[in-house]
Every structure is written in structure tokens, then in C-alpha cells.
């Protein structure tokens, strides 16, 4: 029977073996990556899409996140690259630091967004009459730069620093800023479910003691109003925090602040409220104007991109420049 199969392919191979290298040409071309990626605009998500609450609350409007279109060139992406508007190319080196692999870039980003979730989910609590506990706070390692001066690994989950619990992303980067650029510092690390003993030379970054290391948080929020996030595996990163907030706080307290608009924005988040700079906003904003957004909200320190962009462009879409959550509540709700 084997014989049998085996005489059978071989036939097949033989008579048809012109069209099978053509085929294995075709797709070799198309699926070959290239050392090098390619932005391009993206479009727009309804954030009410990426959140479940108990709430029976709808939107007249609609609040999205502008997002940017990345992929790994291939043969003819490259080549379209060079001949389609608004598609940038970009060295892999570039793009992905050095020592880091693309599976490394990946769970970072992954983590980041996980992270920027949550931070939108606090914020919106914090800004609402509502009670709620914050527990199960993990802390871990999501890149290394290459003049770091420690022994931790991408995935390290820290809890200890010099031998003190860390309770916190903010303790620990307090402590660290307490230190003098030289100093050594002992690390235990959970990997596996083991304790294991790390250490880090703190290096000069920018006049500041810092591991030259990324730090993620991972935490949970109790509270009788129920947030769950539904993103797919291959959404990423951080920059939608602002309009995750938004929604989250629409929904918590039953405020649209749509008032029936089509309302884009980007931008990240911290535990403060403070909405901080992204990359890419240039192919942001050609989504939100193609997905004929309305508002366009953006970190203050983007808003002179933007601006220009528009103007280049000649697009209509107003752009408000937001450096704090309260503020674009604010300006949301006039």
C-alpha cells in the first residue's frame, strides 16, 4: 500500500514537476519575509466593540481608536512601497531594537496593551463615583536594552528589590530613582514559579539612575461593575489607551459623550490621567479622515504633527490637542 502511494507521488512529481516549482516560486515570493516593515494607514476601531459591562448603555456616536497598519514586507509589498501614497518603509534594524527578536517585540507589545487596558480601566474608576479594590499587581520584565548591566531575562516576574516586597510599578521605579547611577542592586525574580536571586548595575539614562530595563504591570480591579476586554491576538500596544478610558467611563456612568458624533482618537495613558505622546500619528489620522471620524483627539505632544498634516492635506476634521483624561471629558461633554 505504501509502495503503492509512494510510486503514485513519484508519478505526480514527475509529470507535473514544472508546475509544482512554479507554484513553490509563486509562493515563496509571496510569503518571503524581508528584512524590513511597512507603515501604512490603518482605520479606525469601535471601542464599545472591545469592552463588556453589565451595563445596558449605547452610544448615539460612536468613540474608536485610530490605529496604524504594520506588516512584514514581502517581495511585492516592497515593491508596491515604492509607488503607494502614505506607505513608509523601514529597516527591520529599525524597528526592532537590538537583541530583541521579533517573538520578544511581540510579547512586549502584547503586554503593553494588556497594561494600557488596565491603566484605562483605573482611570475611569478613578473619575467615577464608584467603589473598587485594586489586587493580584505583577510586575514584569518586557525588554532589555542592550546597555543594561543585569542579568534579568524577558518574562522575569519581579518581587523583590534589595530585599523589600514590591507592591508596585511605582515603588519600584521610586526606589530605583533613590539610587546613584553605579549602584548595585539585588533582584529576586519568580520565573517558573522558583525564586531566583538577580542582580543590576544602575546605568545613566538621561542624568537618571534606571536597570535600562521596560517594566510592565499587571493588575486586577474588584469592583460590582464588571469590565471585560475582548482584543485579538494580534492587536497591540498602548497607544489606545485614552479612548479606552473614554468608552470605559461612558459606559460606568452611563454619559455619552458622543452626543451622536463619530469621535477618533490615539493616545496613551498613565495611572495619573496623563495622555502621552504616540508614534505614527500621520497614518492615524488619514484613518480617522478616510473612516470619516468627526473629532480627531491627540496628545498634545502630536497636535503640531497633526495640525501640519491636516493642513498639507486639506482635511476638515477637527483636531483637539488633549494632555489630560479630564480634559478631554471636558471637552467632550461641552
Request: proline share 2%.
Amino acid at each position: 500500500m505504501i509502495n503503492k502511494i509512494y510510486e503514485k507521488i513519484k508519478k505526480i512529481i514527475k509529470e507535473d514537476y514544472k508546475i509544482i516549482i512554479i507554484y513553490a516560486f509563486i509562493f515563496f515570493v509571496l510569503t518571503h519575509h524581508l528584512p524590513y516593515f511597512i507603515s501604512s494607514p490603518g482605520g479606525l476601531i469601535d471601542t464599545s466593540k472591545k469592552i463588556n459591562t453589565n451595563e445596558n448603555f449605547r452610544l448615539k456616536g460612536s468613540l474608536n481608536m485610530a490605529y496604524v497598519t504594520e506588516m512584514h514586507a514581502t517581495i511585492p509589498t516592497y515593491i508596491w512601497s515604492f509607488v503607494a501614497k502614505d506607505w513608509d518603509l523601514e529597516k527591520e534594524k529599525d524597528v526592532i531594537s537590538s537583541g530583541e527578536t521579533i517573538k520578544d517585540m511581540d510579547y512586549r507589545n502584547k503586554m503593553l496593551l494588556n497594561e494600557s487596558n488596565k491603566i484605562a480601566e483605573l482611570v475611569a474608576y478613578k473619575n467615577s463615583n464608584i467603589e473598587y479594590e485594586l489586587k493580584h499587581e505583577k510586575i514584569y520584565v518586557t525588554y532589555i536594552d542592550k546597555a543594561a548591566k543585569t542579568n534579568l531575562k524577558i518574562k522575569d516576574r519581579i518581587i523583590k528589590i534589595d530585599g523589600h516586597k514590591i507592591p508596585n510599578k511605582n515603588f519600584l521605579l521610586t526606589y530605583i530613582t533613590s539610587k546613584n547611577i553605579g549602584d548595585k542592586i539585588k533582584l529576586t525574580v519568580l520565573n517558573n514559579e522558583k525564586e531566583i536571586e538577580k542582580q543590576a548595575t544602575l546605568i545613566n539614562v538621561n542624568n537618571e539612575p534606571k536597570i535600562g530595563v521596560l517594566i510592565t504591570e499587571s493588575f486586577q480591579i474588584e469592583s460590582n461593575r464588571k469590565i471585560k476586554f475582548n482584543f485579538k491576538n494580534a492587536e497591540s500596544g498602548p497607544s489606545g489607551g485614552l479612548m479606552i478610558a473614554l468608552t470605559i467611563y461612558s459606559n460606568l456612568n452611563k454619559i455619552d459623550l458622543t452626543q451622536g458624533r463619530k469621535i477618533a482618537g490615539t493616545g496613551t495613558i498613565d495611572i495619573n490621567g496623563n495622555v502621552g505622546e504616540i508614534s505614527g500619528v500621520k497614518y492615524k489620522l488619514i484613518g480617522a479622515v478616510k473612516e470619516k471620524a468627526d473629532i480627531f483627539l491627540v496628545p498634545e505632544d502630536n497636535y503640531k504633527e497633526a495640525k501640519k498634516i491636516k493642513k498639507e492635506k486639506g482635511y476638515s476634521i477637527d483636531i483637539i490637542p488633549v494632555e489630560t483624561f479630564e480634559e478631554a471629558i471636558r471637552y467632550l461633554e461641552k
